[in-house]
């Protein structure tokens, strides 16, 4: 079935430092993939989205790119700032439970000023 | 416009007991659905209903169950709890069945954290 497989954190930055989240899937078909965030205290919200392959989403600065080739979505910032202090999850659409979502394990950035 | 409601945000129980979960989702949106975050496991999909159904299941035991009502509130159900079964129960609401997986469109509540003694 679909999996996700996303890089092991934390990750500690300094700030305007350059973001890269790495994030590779196993899919059949041409599922969505996603990029959510989790802030301190707040529930999971939706980053970004890309719906088939070469198809870069973006929000808030960051940046994504659907790999079909490579089966990658990693998830990039130029400067991050201290807001951006986060878990970010990477996640596409089930093939089994087409209703449902499969998440990456989560990664864990804390930015410093 | 208010967001997903969930209750209650932190609860105890020891082994062997049940607990009810409880979702508000967001004005019009129909379809909740449920996942479990642990640690070990990270985010796994329990169930999704719409228009009171069972849309689609996740694959955990029968011990947890959950139902929906007709103004689109959910609750979940865990039985015989287990120290396993201690973990943040996350509730979302998307406008309609399988709308939130097929276009991210899916709004999270901030979670039940359940611990299991």
């Known amino acids: 079935g679909n999996s996700v497989t996303q890089m092991e954190g934390p990750v500690t930055l300094s700030e305007e430092a350059f973001l890269t989240i790495n994030c590779t899937y196993t899919?059949?078909?041409?599922?969505?993939l996603f990029w959510y965030v989790q802030y301190p205290g707040e529930g999971l919200q939706l980053l970004l989205k890309a719906t088939k392959a070469d198809d870069k989403g973006s929000n808030k600065g960051f940046e994504a790119t659907y790999r079909k080739e490579t089966t990658s979505f990693h998830l990039e910032k130029g400067s991050v700032q201290v807001s951006d202090s986060a878990v970010y999850f990477c996640?596409?659409?089930?093939?089994?439970?087409?209703?449902?979502?499969?998440f990456g394990k989560g990664t864990t950035l804390s930015v410093s000023s | 416009k208010a967001g997903v409601t969930q209750t209650p945000r932190y609860l105890i129980k020891t082994r062997g007991q049940q607990v009810t979960l409880s979702c508000s989702p967001i004005s019009g949106h129909r379809s909740v659905s449920w996942y479990q975050q642990t640690p070990g496991q990270g985010l796994q999909f329990l169930f999704e209903y719409f228009s009171e159904t069972q849309r689609n299941k996740g694959n955990f035991p029968g011990r947890f169950s959950g139902r929906q009502f007709s103004n689109s509130r959910s609750e979940m159900n865990v039985s015989t709890l287990e120290l396993g079964d201690s973990a943040l129960y996350l509730c979302?609401?998307?406008?309609?069945?399988?709308?939130?997986?097929?276009?991210?469109?899916?709004?999270f509540g901030e979670g039940s954290r359940l611990t299991v003694l």
């Open positions: 899919a059949t078909g041409y599922p969505s």
């Open positions: 979302a609401s998307s406008l309609g069945p399988g709308q939130g997986a097929r276009t991210g469109e899916l709004f």
């Open positions: 996640a596409l659409t089930s093939n089994q439970a087409g209703t449902a979502l499969i």
